[in-house]
């Protein structure tokens, strides 16, 4: 059989509907004169070279270079390493069911458009806003993270700066996807390099060429209270901060709308870069974990002198060496928040151009030279706003990441799932895929669902117990495990202002400038 067209009219794959935000292979027709802004119109500028770096750019970042100091300090070494690589397993499985899809349907809005196409339209209407937000809200982080970073070397009037990267990336965004791509090349090229360095400087450092010259080998494996810190509990907020690291991942199919020649780049990209990351990972993980006892002091603060890579780079003797990977996280940083302006401005013109559309048109206008300017504007604002919120200083602004990377990786395996079973019932082949890798089939997507497992494995083997323990409740079978009205816990927990607070509060309303005032009450 044929491997069949996308123009064809059946029900469900072959969709007759217009192309979902695809770009546009052809020239554009401007006989008529200059058109400034046009509909729908994407331009496949982002090479395999970029793409493949795109994907390490976004797994590569705050998360691998800021967290794993918090990730150490909470679980120990061993549920550190133990967990980066079960994340880094499922990752690799939501990477194939994406590329499957991607290889098939390079179209703008990535997995929240194959939501809509192959699961529930209003599902994806919901997931893709959140996703969104999501993104928007992990530029503001990302700028606040810059300030943290920025005080390895000062303390003092580091937003400025901040704003400064935020004004350079919508720049970079508003002129071309190759201009977006040719940057996160570099700056991911520098982070890949930096990390194979530090492989490099970790193995030396662990064998006695550090500030001690002694031999450490696994003696911070032996150190009371490792391997594993804090029991099932560590290694539980070590699983969360992990999934945090590896995101980005999925928003690769973003990428797919633009992307040249997605039949044969699509599937080079999903077949090898991840094997590049995980081993990135691993390596790192195990490093720091052999290096850096658990208990160092101040591991688990926000402060960016404590990064597990600085700290191995200050133990093989260099100042030097550890301002510059500091300066490295630094790019990490700015790449990070490069990406999710691009991925929340894509999967907003993605919504524009859904049918029916799911955001106004008007964010389905493009310039001339292919990019979404509306929907820019848009995901940039909301980002500088949460940015600006965060009290102008090194305030937290961190989105529920996590949340949303469940919820992404679940929607992967659903239309994953939906995608294949309609595939073999309208009479097609495995083969007439341009891509597909037999072994994760019918197991990955259950695999990558497994936030709903495990959420029905818990609520069906706890719900015995809290009804034993609670006789004489409202519950009904299929509300499984909520929460009786009759005897929710309303008093633990609380918090009681005490005179510190009332004393903070009173000489914050006294400093508070007028200009501040004035920006809270409009935001």
Not at 268 to 283: D, G, Q
Not at 338 to 357: D, E, I, M, W
Not at 364 to 386: D, E, K, M, Q
Request: proline residues 5%; charged residues 15%.
């Amino acid at each position: 059989m044929d491997a069949p067209s996308t123009g064809t009219s059946e029900p469900l794959l072959g969709d007759s509907r217009p192309n979902y935000g695809a770009a546009e292979d052809g020239p554009v027709d401007t006989s008529t004169g200059p058109r400034p802004t046009t509909y729908g119109r994407l331009q496949r500028g982002l090479s395999a070279r970029q793409v493949q770096m795109i994907a390490i750019a976004g797994t590569i970042g705050t998360g691998l270079f800021l967290g794993t100091g918090k990730s150490l300090a909470e679980g120990g070494p061993a549920s550190m390493l133990v967990c980066y690589t079960l994340v880094g397993f499922i990752v690799y499985v939501t990477l194939l069911l994406l590329g499957e899809m991607a290889t098939q349907y390079p179209i703008a809005g990535s997995f929240n458009t194959y939501s809509s196409r192959f699961f529930s339209p209003s599902y994806a209407f919901a997931l893709s806003w959140n996703y969104w937000f999501n993104d928007a809200v992990s530029v503001a982080s990302d700028l606040t993270a810059a300030q943290l970073v920025l005080q390895f070397w000062t303390t003092s009037h580091t937003w400025p700066v901040s704003l400064a990267f935020w004004i350079f990336l919508v720049g970079v965004n508003a002129t071309h996807v190759k201009s977006y791509g040719e940057l996160e090349y570099w700056l991911s090229f520098l982070k890949v390099t930096t990390i194979m360095l530090f492989i490099i400087v970790g193995i030396f450092v662990n064998i006695g060429v550090n500030q001690e010259h002694r031999y450490i080998g696994l003696s911070n494996w032996r150190i009371p209270g490792a391997p594993f810190v804090g029991g099932f509990g560590g290694f539980a907020r070590v699983f969360v901060t992990a999934s945090f690291a590896f995101g980005g991942t999925e928003s690769l199919g973003i990428t797919a709308g633009e992307t040249e020649n997605p039949s044969k780049n699509m599937p080079r990209v999903v077949k090898f870069v991840f094997w590049r990351i995980l081993l990135f990972y691993v390596l790192s993980i195990l490093l720091i974990g052999l290096n850096v006892p658990w208990d160092y002091p101040h591991l688990s603060d926000k402060s960016t002198t404590t990064s597990p890579f600085t700290i191995v780079f200050k133990e093989s003797g260099s100042a030097v060496a550890a301002s510059f990977m500091n300066t490295v996280i630094l790019t990490s940083v700015l790449s990070a928040g490069n990406h999710a302006l691009f991925a929340g401005t894509r999967v907003l013109y993605g919504l524009s151009v859904a049918k029916p559309a799911q955001a106004p048109a008007l964010f389905a206008r493009t310039t001339s030279r292919g990019v979404p300017l509306p929907a820019l504007l848009l995901t940039s604002s909301i980002s500088v706003l949460c940015f600006f919120s965060s009290f102008i200083g090194s305030g937290e602004v961190w989105s529920c990441r996590f949340c949303t990377l469940g919820i992404a990786w679940l929607s992967i395996g659903l239309a994953s799932w939906r995608f294949r079973k309609a595939w073999l019932h309208q009479g097609r082949t495995l083969s007439d895929l341009k891509f597909h890798t037999s072994w994760t089939w019918p197991y990955g997507p259950l695999f990558v669902a497994i936030m709903v497992i495990m959420f029905l494995l818990w609520a069906i083997l706890y719900r015995p117990a809290v009804s034993v323990q609670t006789p004489g409740t409202n519950r009904k079978p299929w509300l499984l495990d909520l929460v009786d009205l009759q005897t929710m816990d309303l008093d633990s927990d609380q918090y009681e202002d005490d005179g510190a607070d009332k004393h903070n509060e009173e000489l914050r309303e006294r400093n508070s400038r007028t200009w501040r005032r004035i920006y809270y009450w409009l935001a």
